[in-house]
C-alpha cells in the first residue's frame, strides 16, 4: 500500500521558489514524489539542482506576479506542461518595515497587492482548473502575524491576517468540491525576509529568547507541512492555519 502522504505523479506549483521558504518547500514536495513548477521573478536554477537528485520532473516560469496580467499565464502554461495542476503552494509574498506614524502608501499597497491581491486570483486561476476536476490542495504561506499583531509591519500584519481569513473563506467554498485550502504559519525563519531583524541585536535576541525551540527555523523545517497538507493524507483537512513556528505561540 502506498503511503498516504505520497505525492508521485502530481504536480505541484510553488511560487517564490527560488530561495528561503519557498525552496524548501519546492524540495521536499519533489522528495516526497511531485514534479515542481517553480513560479518567480528570479532564476530558478539553485532549486533546479536541490531537485535533480530526486529525478522528479522541474519546470520554471518567470513571473512578476505582481502584476494582474501575468497570473492566469502562469495558471495556463502550469497546465499545459503538467497537464493538470493538483497543488498551488502560495509562498511568494513581501515584507516593509517602518513605524505606522510614518508608513507610506507605496509600502501599503506593494505588500497587499503582492501577498493578497494577486495571491487570490492566482488562486482563482489554478482552482478554476481543479474544481472541473474535483481534485487540487492549496497552501498559503501566512505568518506568525496571522494571530498576532507585530510592530512596523502594518501592511505585512493585514496582509497576512487578512490570509487567514481567505483560507477559511475559500475553504468554506471549496471544500465540497475535492479541493483543501490550508495555510501553513511559519515562525522566524532564517530567509531573506527577516534579515533585516537578526541584523537588529536587541530583537533578534528578544526573539531567539522566546522560541521554545531554543533556534529559529530554517527552510528544511517546513517542507514537511506542506507536504503533509498537499497529500492525500490532508483529504479531510479544510481551512488551517498550521503553525510551524518551534512553539512560538504555544509560549
Ligand atoms: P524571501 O527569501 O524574501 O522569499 C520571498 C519570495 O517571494 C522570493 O522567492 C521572492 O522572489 C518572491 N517574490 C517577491 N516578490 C515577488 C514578485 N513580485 N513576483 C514573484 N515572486 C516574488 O523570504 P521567505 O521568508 O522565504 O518568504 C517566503 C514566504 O514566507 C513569504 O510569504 C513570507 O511572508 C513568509 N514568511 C516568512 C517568515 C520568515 O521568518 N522568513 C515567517 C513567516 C512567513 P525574489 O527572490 O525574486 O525577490
Not at 73 to 80: D, G, R, S
Not at 132 to 142: E, Q
Amino acid at each position: 500500500m502506498s503511503s498516504p502522504f505520497d505525492l508521485s505523479g502530481r504536480w505541484a506549483v510553488v511560487t517564490g521558489a527560488n530561495t528561503g521558504i519557498g525552496q524548501g518547500i519546492a524540495v521536499a514536495l519533489a522528495q516526497a514524489g511531485a514534479g515542481v513548477i517553480a513560479v518567480g521573478r528570479s532564476g530558478m536554477e539553485e532549486t533546479e539542482s536541490l531537485i535533480a537528485p530526486t529525478g522528479r520532473p522541474f519546470h520554471a516560469i518567470r513571473a512578476d506576479l505582481a502584476q494582474m496580467e501575468a497570473l492566469e499565464p502562469v495558471i495556463a502554461e502550469a497546465e499545459e506542461v503538467s497537464g493538470g495542476i493538483e497543488i498551488l503552494v502560495n509562498n511568494a509574498g513581501i515584507i516593509r518595515r517602518a513605524d505606522s506614524l510614518d508608513f507610506t502608501e507605496a509600502d501599503w499597497d506593494a505588500v497587499i497587492d503582492l501577498n493578497l491581491k494577486s495571491l487570490f486570483f492566482l488562486t482563482q486561476a489554478a482552482a478554476r482548473r481543479m474544481i472541473p476536476r474535483g481534485r487540487g490542495k492549496i497552501v498559503n504561506i501566512a505568518s506568525l502575524l496571522s494571530f498576532q499583531g507585530g510592530i512596523r509591519i502594518p501592511s505585512y500584519t493585514a496582509s497576512k491576517s487578512g490570509l487567514a481569513g481567505l483560507t477559511r473563506l475559500l475553504a468554506c467554498e471549496w471544500a465540497a468540491k475535492g479541493v483543501n485550502v490550508n495555510a501553513i504559519a511559519p515562525g522566524y525563519f532564517v530567509t531573506n525576509n527577516t534579515e533585516a531583524l537578526r541584523q537588529d541585536e536587541k530583537r533578534s535576541s528578544e526573539i531567539l529568547g522566546r522560541i521554545p525551540a531554543g533556534r529559529w527555523g530554517n527552510p528544511g523545517d517546513i517542507g514537511g507541512a506542506a507536504v503533509f497538507l498537499a497529500s492525500p493524507a490532508a483529504d479531510y483537512v479544510h481551512g488551517v492555519v498550521l503553525p510551524v513556528d518551534g512553539g512560538w505561540l504555544a509560549r
